[in-house]
């Protein structure tokens, strides 16, 4: 799967973008250090602050305040 983006998206209104982005790396970091995932190695991760456009044909990692938000 090349050039796959996966998009930390912001949703949440109790953290900021800088510690939604810091998670985000964190939780990247450990995906690729146990190759939980083939294509991980060959895709990029992007964040997308608050309110922002995802980008096209992006994989979406949406940050969220709870369970309901995502209804």
């Known amino acids: 799967m090349r050039g796959v983006n996966v998009a930390v998206?912001?949703?949440t209104t109790l953290l900021t973008d800088e510690q939604v982005n810091a998670v985000g790396s964190e939780l990247w970091d450990c995906m690729q250090k146990v190759n939980a995932l083939e294509w991980a190695a060959e895709a990029r991760l992007v964040f997308v602050s608050r309110?922002?456009?995802l980008p096209p044909c992006?994989?979406?990692l949406v940050i969220m305040d709870d369970v309901k938000q995502a209804a």
Do not use: L
Request: aromatic share 12%.
């Open 51 to 53: 309110g922002a456009v």
């Open 9 to 11: 998206v912001n949703a």
């Open 58 to 60: 992006a994989w979406a």
